[in-house]
């Protein structure tokens, strides 16, 4: 009698895995087809883009056949977000007026070029 108590106890907390790992699968595909679905999530407009053409490495292209770029000669332009790092230069302005190096006045003038980045 006993062991066909502990037997069930067994096959009750499988069922219970089995059913919280089959619920966690449902909602990472629930979540996953979500993200996928929505361009909001992930979209960036192509006019809000930079030209960082000049600012990458450049990238070997294997052209296949050599005699079209007789009549088409090719031209890439590279569009993207620019990261920059203004968290870091924000800390470099503001040691610098503890210091006394800048003055409150030289700090504003300073912030003014980030402040437009930021918007």
Avoid at 52 to 77: A, E, K, M
């Amino acid at each position: 009698m006993r062991v066909k108590n502990s037997d069930s106890n067994q096959s009750a907390r499988r069922s219970w895995w089995l059913i919280v790992g089959l619920m966690l699968l449902v909602a990472f595909f629930f979540s996953l087809i979500l993200l996928v679905t929505s361009p909001q999530s992930l979209a960036v407009d192509v006019g809000q883009l930079e030209d960082v053409t000049g600012g990458v490495v450049p990238i070997n292209v294997r052209l296949r056949s050599p005699d079209y770029v007789l009549f088409y000669p090719p031209s890439f332009h590279v569009l993207g977000i620019r990261r920059r790092a203004t968290q870091s230069v924000e800390t470099l302005i503001q040691q610098l007026m503890y210091d006394g190096v800048l003055s409150e006045a030289e700090v504003q003038d300073a912030f003014e070029p980030l402040r437009r980045l930021s918007q």
